[in-house]
C-alpha cells in the first residue's frame, strides 16, 4: 500500500483564487511527481522533482502553476488564479527510483473544484 | 513524444471468464519501462504490474503481462475474473525519471 500523503483531500476555490495543496513522499523516495486527472479521467504530467530540484515540467505548469519540494517539508503544488477548467483531481506520486524500483506510488489525490 | 494505446473504452465480461487488455507503446528509448495501473471507483491508481525486462513474464493478484520490445506490447491477462476486478485499468510507460504517459484507460466491469 502506497505510503504518499496528500492533503487536502478535497479543496473548494471561486475562480481567480490560489489553490494549494501538499504532498508527502514515501519515505526515502528521492523523486516526486505531480498529475492532473480530469473528469474523462485522463492523466497529465505536470512537474516532476528530484530531491528539491526541478526534473521535468509542462508549460502549463510554468504560467499559473507553481510546485517546489522544499528539504524537510511536505512538496506544494499551487494555482495561482484558479480557473474552471482547473477542477480535477491533482495526484502525487513519488518513487525511489533505483535500485531495481522504478515504480510511482500515488498518495489518494486532492480533488479540487473551481466555482 | 512517447504513446500508449490499450483496449479502449468498457469491457464487460462475466465473472470466471477470462480477461485480456490491450497495450501497445511508442517510444523512442530502447529500454521503458512499462506498467499497469488499477483505479477503483474514488480510489488512486494502484500498481498492479511492471516490467522493463524483454521477454519476462510477471505476475500478480492474479494478473500477469509480458514486455514484448519486437512488437512494443505489454498485455494484461488474467485466467478467471472477479467481481472485485471491476476497476479502471491504465498502461503507463516512462523511461528513467520522467513523467508516466498513460494509456486512456479501459473501463472493466464484471457481472454475476
Known amino acids: 500500500n502506497s505510503k504518499v500523503i496528500q492533503t487536502p483531500r478535497y479543496l473548494v476555490k471561486g475562480q481567480g483564487q490560489k489553490a494549494k495543496m501538499r504532498c508527502i513522499p514515501e519515505?526515502?523516495?528521492?523523486?516526486v511527481f505531480w498529475y492532473q486527472q480530469n473528469k474523462n479521467n485522463e492523466f497529465k504530467f505536470l512537474i516532476n522533482f528530484q530531491n528539491q530540484e526541478v526534473l521535468q515540467q509542462i508549460d502549463m505548469t510554468e504560467k499559473r502553476f507553481s510546485a517546489e519540494c522544499p528539504s524537510n517539508s511536505p512538496c506544494s503544488l499551487e494555482i495561482q488564479s484558479s480557473e474552471a477548467g482547473d477542477s480535477a483531481l491533482y495526484l502525487c506520486?513519488?518513487?525511489?527510483w533505483g535500485e531495481g524500483s522504478y515504480e510511482q506510488y500515488f498518495g489518494p489525490g486532492t480533488r479540487l473544484t473551481v466555482l | 513524444g512517447d504513446s500508449v494505446t490499450q483496449t479502449e473504452g468498457l469491457v464487460t465480461l462475466t465473472e470466471g471468464l477470462p480477461v485480456m487488455l490491450n497495450c501497445t507503446y511508442q517510444?523512442?528509448?530502447?529500454?521503458?519501462?512499462l506498467f499497469w495501473y488499477v483505479q477503483h471507483l474514488n480510489e488512486s491508481p494502484r500498481l498492479l504490474l511492471k516490467?522493463?525486462?524483454?521477454?519476462k513474464r510477471t505476475e500478480h493478484q492474479g494478473f500477469h503481462a509480458t514486455l514484448h520490445k519486437s512488437s512494443s506490447s505489454f498485455h494484461l491477462q488474467k485466467s478467471s475474473a472477479q467481481l472485485s476486478d471491476s476497476a479502471l485499468y491504465y498502461c503507463a510507460l516512462n523511461n528513467y525519471a520522467q513523467g508516466l504517459t498513460f494509456g486512456l484507460g479501459t473501463r472493466v466491469s464484471v457481472f454475476p
Open positions: 516490467s522493463f525486462t524483454d521477454n
Open positions: 506520486a513519488s518513487s525511489l
Open positions: 517510444t523512442i528509448y530502447s529500454n521503458p519501462f
Open positions: 519515505k526515502g523516495h528521492p523523486v
